[in-house]
């Protein structure tokens, strides 16, 4: 067996593919303490020394019509990655989400003979199923996040393993919502919202404006609420100018990342779709979902989901479990008066708490250890 470490080449897009990027090499690095990997990535690839030849938030746009802006950069960025990788070939190259990024550039280097893996598999259960046939040219295996996804790919002659969900391990299963208070200086009697606007700068145009007016409108009824809101890296100067126009008033107090604190100090959090919503249903928390974006990008998404919901919790669930707003629905008042209806019933809020911790267990898998033994397999060491 060949015991030289491996070199692997990613791409994570984002700062949730990031996040989950980061717990995969913490799972590869612990198996081959010099793994040489590279790509592009962000802070917490690079943390586990990642080479970060782009960042990964220069594939954070979400969008028909924002991708139309920026597919020239991005086409570019593509294929320079691909010389480069086509030119010093890796054992492997693993996609982190990013579909739209990913699949294309897997195509062709599968089709030079490099192994290619895919993590978190495209939500082909939700929205696109043709995509199913671009996978199986583009990927040699798949790791997946949620455990009904390997039979659906084993009717199509993919490979698949179900690997559990990174973030169900490493956010406890026990919520340390007293130290996360103390953290950012709460106090336990404080009645907490947590604005989660997204990680993308299309989401911050479109969604924070909303998620500040229904902050704004909430303090005029409830003066004593306390507001966070966690900023993406990168995100903080594009957020403070939406502060001082529509919430200047809330005094909102502004994070720098720090978002799982929020998320467990919090009591509700008005948040985008997105994997946020995971990340606080597994802090078994209250949430108020919305979303907004280009009017085409969201009209052609529209016609192509096979489900009636967006929020991850709820695609769980196969229930609206939590309220989603959508678009023009996504108004501060509807946004409000749902928050409202979590923070004036405790004993649904309970029962929600349960729901959320039966699929945490569910979901927690030691995530890094089994991508690690499929992808060594994979390997053939």
């Not at 990788?85 to 699949?103: E, M, Q, R, S, W």
């Not at 349960?354 to 250890?369: G, S």
Request: proline letters at 7%; aromatic letters at 8%.
């Amino acid at each position: 067996m060949d015991e030289r470490p491996p070199r692997i080449a990613m791409v994570a897009g984002e700062a949730s593919g990031d996040l989950l990027a980061g717990l995969l090499l913490d799972g590869l690095s612990e198996r081959w303490p010099a793994l040489a990997a590279m790509g592009i990535g962000g802070p917490k690839m690079v943390a586990h020394g990642f080479e970060a030849w782009w960042p990964s938030d220069k594939l954070a746009v979400r969008g028909y019509a924002e991708v139309l802006r920026h597919y020239p950069e991005l086409l570019r960025i593509r294929n320079r990655l691909a010389e480069r990788l086509l030119k010093t070939p890796p054992d492997a190259f693993i996609g982190v989400d990013a579909p739209d990024f990913n699949l294309d550039l897997e195509v062709r280097l599968k089709a030079r003979g490099i192994r290619t893996i895919h993590f978190i598999s495209p939500s082909i259960w939700a929205w696109r199923g043709e995509r199913i046939a671009k996978i199986k040219r583009a990927v040699d295996h798949v790791l997946c996040i949620f455990p009904f996804e390997p039979e659906l790919y084993a009717q199509h002659g993919v490979a698949a393993t179900y690997v559990g969900h990174p973030l169900a391990d490493a956010i406890p299963l026990e919520v340390p919502r007293q130290a996360s208070r103390r953290a950012l200086g709460l106090s336990d009697s404080d009645t907490v919202i947590a604005l989660l606007p997204g990680s993308r700068r299309s989401e911050i145009h479109y969604i924070a404006p909303t998620l500040l007016e229904a902050a704004r409108a909430m303090k005029r009824r409830r003066p004593e609420l306390r507001f966070v809101l966690p900023a993406a890296p990168g995100l903080r100067p594009m957020i403070e100018p939406l502060l001082a126009a529509h919430a200047a008033s809330v005094g909102i107090q502004l994070l720098d990342g720090q978002s799982h604190e929020a998320l467990a100090a919090c009591d509700v959090t008005l948040i985008a779709s997105g994997t946020a919503t995971l990340e606080a249903a597994l802090f078994k928390r209250p949430m108020v979902i919305a979303y907004k974006m280009h009017w085409l990008s969201a009209q052609i998404m529209k016609r192509m989901n096979y489900q009636p919901w967006v929020g991850l919790p709820n695609i769980l669930l196969r229930e609206f479990a939590v309220p989603e707003f959508l678009q023009g629905a996504a108004t501060p008042a509807h946004l409000a008066e749902a928050a409202f209806a979590w923070l004036d019933d405790p004993a649904g809020c309970q029962a929600l708490s349960a729901r959320f911790e039966t699929l945490h267990n569910l979901l927690r898998r030691n995530t890094a250890q089994a991508a690690t033994d499929a992808i060594e397999k994979i390997l053939g060491r």
